[in-house]
């Protein structure tokens, strides 16, 4: 929770426009004296005061909001980002479970606690039904030209 403003926005407003209105040196002590304001509290107020109304350079307080606003938002899209990366490494496939481990392809173990292991493919000599298979594609390929 926020802490209480120490001083009102109407005397920071009414602080301001006296030092503008005096527009003499020393008029910020003077008036940070009458109204018992620390003269450095009514400097900083004036200066902002003056960025916000494009008469001095610098970030105006509608800017200041518009970053603050936005920081705690990419804050809070990196916490989300970082908990859906968490999540989704929990919730990935175990490699057991991809595709290259098809069932046919796993062989179960002796053991219950070893992890499946793949059976190794054998070359096979081209058979007859290779042959026939090779046959009937060609006139496929003729059609195809």
Not at 50 to 74: F, Q, T, V
Not at 103 to 111: C, G, I
Request: with cysteine.
């Amino acid at each position: 929770m926020a802490a209480p403003r120490k001083y009102p926005e109407e005397l920071k407003a009414r602080a301001v426009r006296m030092v503008r209105d005096i527009d003499e040196r020393g008029a910020i002590k003077r008036v940070a004296d009458q109204l018992d304001i620390n003269p450095e509290t009514l400097r900083n107020w004036t200066r902002q005061a003056e960025i916000d109304d494009g008469e001095r350079a610098g970030i105006s307080s509608a800017e200041h909001e518009e970053n603050k606003r936005l920081r705690a938002e990419n804050a809070e899209l990196r916490r989300a980002k970082e908990i859906l990366r968490k999540a989704s490494a929990y919730f990935a496939p175990t490699p057991t479970s991809s595709p290259a481990c098809s069932p046919r392809l796993r062989r179960r173990s002796p053991t219950a606690s070893s992890p499946p292991t793949l059976r190794r493919r054998t070359t096979r000599p081209p058979s007859s039904t290779t042959a026939t298979t090779t046959r009937r594609a060609m006139p496929r390929e003729r059609e195809r030209m």
